[in-house]
């Protein structure tokens, strides 16, 4: 076998394994429920300023839908923890919580992430909570589709 050989077979797996992850990506997406799936959705037309701004305007719409459906904190939850004045939401893109749920009186309480600072954290991965896997998801699929058409872009998120 030819050293060229070695490279085209390299080429050939490279792309079979691009379009597997593109293929996981998108079934990711597809995978979550309305009306999520359409606020997450990456455009194939953005430029690089537009991207950045397209993946922050996202975060923003997913903590709207997310408040609306949010109900004020349970007061069982309120008398346990001394938080009376916020809304918290479970992930609705990969599930999380914030890991700080608790059993009181034999049931099983999720406080979730505050609305919107500590669920803003956990969509962007910034600060000290753990970062949304869905998101991550959504993010590197963003940049792929950016470097498609702009293979020299790096979109800084
Ligand atoms: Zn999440």
């Not at 537009?50 to 993946?55: A, D």
């Not at 999380?96 to 956990?122: C, D, M, W």
């Not at 998101?135 to 950016?146: F, S, T």
Request: glycine share 6%; hydrophobic share 30%; charged share 30%.
């Amino acid at each position: 076998m030819k050293r060229n050989d070695f490279r085209y077979e390299y080429e050939v797996e490279e792309r079979r394994r691009k379009n597997e992850l593109y293929a996981l990506r998108t079934l990711v997406i597809d995978l979550i429920p309305e009306p999520y799936r359409s606020a997450i959705i990456p455009p194939h037309t953005d430029n690089k300023e537009e991207s950045i701004r397209w993946f922050y305007n996202t975060i923003e719409k997913v903590i709207e839908l997310a408040e609306a459906e949010a109900t004020p904190t349970d007061e069982v939850i309120q008398r346990f923890t001394g938080w009376n004045d916020t809304k918290r939401t479970i992930c609705p893109l990969c599930k999380a919580e914030t890991g700080q749920g608790f059993i009181f009186q034999n049931k099983s309480y999720s406080v979730g992430f505050t609305l919107p600072l500590g669920f803003r954290r956990h969509l962007s991965g910034h600060g000290s909570s753990e970062g949304c896997e869905v998101m991550e998801v959504v993010r590197n699929l963003k940049r792929e589709i950016h470097q498609e058409k702009w293979p020299n872009e790096i979109i800084p998120f």
